[in-house]
């Protein structure tokens, strides 16, 4: 075992429900946490959960894990890097173009920055809701771009895998687009169920069963937070609510015509099929990985998110990723650690992508 | 204790998971049951779960819950009560207008039937995935009106009661308004949701979550079934879906618009209160009941809907009633059992209204 990419411990800037859970489930891989959190009482109590020790700004971290509010992230993530506090940052945002935008604004060195979004989460908030398993078989999206360094994507991987997560790493532009139609849309549309519940007499409520608690149960979730989700994935939410609005009218008109009963029978059996296609639950990730190394030329790292995209094309999910590469030498190697038996449908990609995947 | 309302037994038509979840709860209070269905597989599934006896056709049956799909359901009705199987029927289908319409067309005696709607289901179906206690606590509606028989009304309810509902009175108008906020609506809009993933990459489908597998869980439902269903609630559910388009139209505009953020909370807010609107877990019915007596002209059966409309707007449940009448006597008691504690409400509702209400 070589070094681990977490030895010198983790940053968690923000000590809510997903920043505590962090700590807490890198407490049991027993790597070293530090926590900060502008509210020393929420601070606290993380630290009395055992989610990690306060943080002493001695020498950096190796990593920060900034768990702040989407519309300070950027600025946090920032601020972290030029005091020093951590070598490298990652974020747990729900949106990952604005961010990314932000901190590239804002900052001469953006490598450093590796946008993270784990897709967990709960309708409680704050240190006390956390969970060690929070994020345990749940994706854990990242999105390095061309210029993001290596060390920043090997060690927010390794967070992502202590915690139990399946790390999926797509560009940010993908994963927003993606989090509209599989969250933001979905929990917009269920607001408005439900506020059609709110505007309703009393009578009709009363008839209310576990099919529509269903459909709302999302709805609960604070109308602060939603806003500021929704405002910063705006435009990729947009592009959905327009698509369903074609269908809601496609839906009318087929309840108002007496032909219409094959066209909502369509849109139902569409239903069936969206269904269907939900991932059921995962399992733990393995604790044994296949290897693919990959030749890449002197800038190892920014091949890295081309080889992420041709991978994640590919629909392999890479586990871990080291880069060999000795300064001054004119190639270097990409070590992908994938699911066992991946590796073969890997390899054969990433050469068909002309790609060197040695044997 | 006098002759009970299902003293001469009840025939369940159609040996679905409903009807069969309705033998198994009446035989579980001692009830004489005796089963149709044209599907001799499923009559002979139903008979070995203990959900009844095969139908023998002696002579009629005190009531015939008629439990087939709504598009069958009011021939069927009519057809139950001229073959003389049953006195009375009631059924279970999910719109209440149009299967009371079509009896009303079908039968000279329309009075012998009252519609019913136990609000409990399962997303799968046939004998085999009854349950004995599937309405345990869930709504159980009835939408008698000016005509219907108060022997119908009575034998309806001591079902619902037997099977652990809750009953509840409306006019069946107020009935599908109610459903198509609560249920059909919802569903349409799930299976809209569901389908926007049907059509969508796989790299963004794999990042759903629990959140959207709770807004489509509904949408799994038998598209054909379902297509029945808000064919025959067309107007009602096309009501609740403008009214949602216009809210979709409101979300888009706000999200496409630098000043839409105290707007888009607006409709988030509007969300989390609807959602707090509903119905908790029902408890079990009580077993004791208070009675309200209400003395009433020649014609106490007519007066009925009238009253339950009443004790509806006053927000009182009807759980039980009994008419005493004697033949040739001007005036006759109904006497009305709602929960401990609604008898002083009822009983001052009523007054209000113009009802002469025993002391």
Redesign the interface.
């Known amino acids: 075992m070589t070094i681990g990419p977490l030895d010198r411990g983790v940053l968690v800037v923000g000590t809510g429900l997903l920043g505590t859970s962090v700590g807490l489930a890198l407490r049991r891989a027993g790597i070293d946490v530090q926590l900060r959190d502008h509210d020393a009482a929420s601070l606290a109590e993380a630290v009395d959960l055992g989610a990690g020790r306060p943080h002493e700004a001695r020498r950096p971290a190796g990593l920060a894990v900034v768990a702040v509010p989407p519309v300070v992230t950027a600025a946090t993530v920032v601020d972290v890097l030029s005091h020093g506090f951590a070598e490298y940052a990652t974020d747990v945002a729900s949106v990952k173009v604005l961010p990314a935008t932000q901190v590239r604004a804002l900052t001469a060195e953006p490598g450093r920055y590796v946008g993270g979004h784990p897709?967990?989460g709960r309708e409680v908030s704050g240190p006390g809701s956390a969970l060690v398993d929070l994020f345990q078989g749940?994706?854990w999206?990242l999105c390095p771009d061309e210029g993001t360094d290596p060390h920043a994507v090997t060690r927010a991987l390794a967070v992502a895998r202590l915690a139990g997560a399946i790390p999926?790493t797509?560009p940010a532009a993908?994963?927003d687009?993606?989090?509209a139609?599989?969250?933001h849309?979905?929990?917009?549309?269920?607001?408005?169920?439900?506020?059609?519940?709110?505007?309703?007499p009393?009578?009709?409520?009363?008839?209310?069963?576990p099919?529509?608690?269903?459909?709302?149960?999302?709805?609960?979730?604070d109308?602060?937070m939603?806003?500021e989700i929704?405002?910063a994935n705006?435009g990729a939410?947009?592009d959905?609510?327009?698509?369903?609005?074609s269908?809601?009218?496609r839906?009318?008109a087929a309840?108002?015509s007496a032909a219409?009963?094959d066209e909502?029978?369509e849109?139902?059996?569409?239903?069936?099929?969206?269904?269907?296609?939900?991932?059921g639950k995962h399992g733990a990730p393995p604790t044994d990985y296949a290897t693919v190394s990959v030749v890449v030329d002197d800038r190892p790292g920014g091949q890295l998110a081309a080889l992420f995209a041709d991978a994640?094309r590919a629909?392999v999910n890479v586990e871990d990723v080291r880069i060999e590469h000795s300064p001054g030498q004119p190639v270097g190697t990409v070590e992908l650690d994938v699911r066992p038996g991946a590796d073969t449908a890997l390899t054969a990609a990433l050469r068909a992508a002309g790609w060197s995947v040695r044997d």
Chains 1, 2 share one sequence.
């Open positions: 897709m967990a749940r994706p999206v999926v797509m993908d994963h687009a993606a989090v139609l599989v969250s849309a979905p929990h917009l549309l269920a607001a408005l169920v439900a506020g059609r519940l709110a505007a309703a009393a009578h009709e409520v009363r008839l209310a069963g099919g529509v608690a269903d459909v709302t149960r999302v709805a609960a979730g109308p602060a939603w806003t929704l405002t705006a939410v947009a959905v609510l327009v698509r369903l609005r269908d809601l009218d839906a009318l309840l108002g219409g009963r909502l029978t849109l139902l059996r569409a239903g069936v099929d969206g269904r269907g296609r939900l991932p994640g629909g």
